[in-house]
């Protein structure tokens, strides 16, 4: 079943006496690109979570998870400043305002935007401990996110499975129209050669040559090697619509291989109706390209 990259998935809980909210959500993305934030007393976390992600078959789409942390009962967060620090950035701060004589607006918000002149303290953790806190609730958002993957990937099956429908019928269309290309040719060959026996005087019109030049008309326009490559690449599409795998890749290339099989046969009609029909798979085809953009 193919599943669609854009999901979203929430979670919140209590866990290790934390209170815990992870959020994930993702759209169409190339490769995997997963983006994590974490408070930064966390930070040790992060590393854990995209291994995490593709052991859950994740393996496509920008991801961004955002994983929110506080204490059940308030903050255990200590904040001290760094005194040495703190020091020394305002002897450069008014080295700065004196040397280039500068409008002197040193105040304590504008010193506090630089956070590090904080020390952040907190009590020792296990990180084994706070990582098997998170994973509890980051397994339940990336079930709601998996969920709604499949629950996407549903619906644009179905929209891809009545498109590659349309595809078949318009090559069969293609199959049942391609004699009557030649049937016209032959009608239009014959026309224009009496008319110019007739202006010459001659009543007769060589049938034999007239045979020769709609076979090889029929060998130019021929498309039926055309049409069983197209069959084959639906068939192909089949196989992929049921895989579990990722299969957004190997789509865009069958697509690739769809699309020049139509161009060949566009280049060899000229018939109104048949250049109508290949204008149609052309349009269809590109609208399956969009859709498969969503896909994994």
């Known amino acids: ?50 291994p ?6 994740i393996f496509r789409g920008k991801i961004d998870v955002n994983i929110s942390i506080t204490a059940e009962n308030g903050s255990d967060t200590k904040i001290d400043l760094d005194e040495n620090y ?14 280039y004589k500068l409008r002197d607006d040193i105040t304590v918000m504008k010193v506090a935007s630089n956070r ?33 993957r499949k629950n996407e990937g549903k619906n644009i099956l179905s929209d891809l499975s009545g498109k590659k429908k349309h595809l078949e019928l318009l090559t069969a269309e293609v199959e049942t129209e391609e004699p009557n290309m030649v ?3 032959r009608e239009r060959l014959e026309a224009k050669l009496k008319n110019i026996l007739e202006q010459k005087g001659y009543n007769e019109i060589d049938e034999t040559k007239i045979i020769t030049e709609c076979a090889l008309f029929a060998d130019k326009v021929a498309v039926d090697e055309e049409t069983v490559r197209l069959k084959s690449h639906f068939s192909a599409l089949d196989k992929a619509f ?8 190997r789509m865009d290339f069958l697509l690739q291989e769809i699309g020049r099989e139509i161009n ?9 109706k048949l250049t109508e029909i290949v204008v149609e798979m052309k349009s269809e085809l590109e609208r399956i390209r969009e859709q498969i953009q969503n896909i994994e």
Do not use: H
């Open 1 to 50: 079943m193919i599943k669609s990259m854009t999901a979203f998935g929430r979670c919140s809980g209590i866990e290790g006496g934390k209170n815990i909210t992870v959020e994930i959500k993702s759209v169409n993305n190339r490769f995997l690109d997963c983006s994590v934030k974490l408070p930064r007393s966390y930070s040790y976390i992060e590393d854990r979570i995209k």
């Open 242 to 249: 049921c895989s579990d795998e990722p299969v957004g890749r």
């Open 116 to 148: 590090d002149i904080f020390a952040f303290q907190q009590p020792e953790s296990d990180e084994e401990q706070d990582w098997n806190d998170i994973k509890r609730i980051l397994s339940k958002a990336t079930d709601n996110f998996c969920e709604m």
């Open 183 to 185: 049937s016209a040719y």
């Open 52 to 57: 995490y992600l593709q052991s859950r078959g």
């Open 86 to 99: 703190l020091s020394e950035y305002l002897k450069v701060l008014e080295r700065l305002r004196d040397e």
């Open 264 to 272: 060949t046969i566009g280049s060899k009609v000229s018939d109104i």
